[in-house]
């Protein structure tokens, strides 16, 4: 990473990967998880993204509890980089999502 290559090695969590493929796979689990709801039944949509959300976000703050307590790091840096990958991959999932219904209205 390009902090740890400049000496700022103190503005990146020690297990910053850890988080990074946690919110990742989560994140992946949960456009699966739409889409096939999507599939089976179209009317349910919204309401089966509206609970993948919630599920997301309960299950993010339930691994930041535990990471917080198992290990010793600085909470505010964590805060940061923890906040920084979950607004960049729920910024990824609202910008797929309007893709998806722009293309529905132009039909």
Same mark, same amino acid.
């Given at each position: 990473?390009? *902090?740890?290559?400049?000496?700022?090695?103190?503005?990146?969590?020690?297990?910053?990967?850890?988080?990074?493929?946690?919110?990742?796979?989560?994140?992946?689990?949960?456009?699966?998880?739409?889409? *096939?709801?999507?599939?089976?039944?179209?009317?349910?949509?919204?309401?089966?993204?509206?609970?993948?959300?919630?599920?997301?976000?309960?299950?993010?703050?339930?691994?930041?509890?535990?990471?917080?307590?198992?290990?010793?790091?600085?909470?505010?840096?964590?805060?940061?980089?923890?906040?920084?990958?979950?607004?960049?991959?729920?910024?990824?999932?609202?910008?797929?999502?309007?893709?998806? *219904?722009?293309?529905?209205?132009?039909?």
């Amino acid at each position: 990473m390009w *902090l740890t290559q400049n000496g700022h090695t103190d503005l990146i969590t020690p297990h910053f990967w850890l988080i990074y493929f946690f919110l990742s796979g989560l994140t992946l689990a949960v456009i699966i998880g739409v889409t *096939l709801a999507q599939q089976i039944n179209a009317e349910k949509g919204a309401q089966a993204f509206l609970a993948a959300t919630v599920f997301k976000i309960l299950s993010c703050l339930v691994f930041a509890l535990v990471f917080l307590l198992k290990n010793k790091v600085n909470k505010y840096v964590f805060v940061a980089d923890f906040f920084y990958l979950y607004f960049l991959n729920t910024a990824f999932e609202v910008y797929i999502l309007l893709r998806n *219904l722009r293309n529905q209205n132009l039909r």
